[in-house]
């Protein structure tokens, strides 16, 4: 099964591509979340959803990959509220990634557009993620957000 389907092969998009994609993106994360919540509530714990920056703007190859990721963002906004005061919940959403499998098979040209949109001229790396994660769990003061890694892209910027 094919899950990568470009926006305008709406008919290759099935109902079962769909449910599969939002299965895995959406629908884990938040089985996650309530499975763990009474120890997460108990420890005063942090949840770190992974989203995309194809989910702040339609910018990735599949629409039911953009939108489990914009339900991603959306579920984290929504578990911030349910699972407060003691978890604080937030979501990075990363553009293309430098060194990463999704990075490697993109095309060199999509690539270096990505990189020559970027207001800094570079996109994310695994070391931008990887600080991202460790700030939202320092921060007592922070829940519900979304940040995007992906070197400025000005689309993205909402």
């Not at 979340?33 to 339609?58: C, D, F």
């Not at 604080?88 to 098979?105: Q, W």
């Amino acid at each position: 099964m094919r899950l990568g389907i470009p926006f305008p092969d709406l008919d290759a998009l099935t109902p079962d591509v769909w449910d599969r994609v939002l299965e895995t993106n959406l629908r884990g994360p938040f089985l996650l979340a309530r499975a763990a919540a009474t120890a997460l509530k108990s420890s005063q714990g942090y949840v770190i959803n992974i989203s995309s920056a194809g989910g702040i703007t339609p910018g990735s190859r599949s629409i039911a990959y953009s939108s489990s990721k914009a339900g991603l963002n959306h579920l984290t906004r929504c578990l911030a509220v349910a699972m407060a005061p003691e978890v604080k919940v937030n979501c990075i959403a990363p553009g293309l990634v430098e060194g990463t499998r999704m990075a490697n098979r993109l095309p060199q040209r999509n690539a270096e557009g990505a990189r020559r949109q970027a207001v800094l001229k570079r996109v994310g790396a695994l070391e931008d993620i990887s600080e991202q994660v460790v700030t939202f769990c320092r921060s007592d003061s922070v829940t519900g957000q979304t940040i995007v890694i992906d070197g400025g892209m000005p689309g993205a910027m909402r």
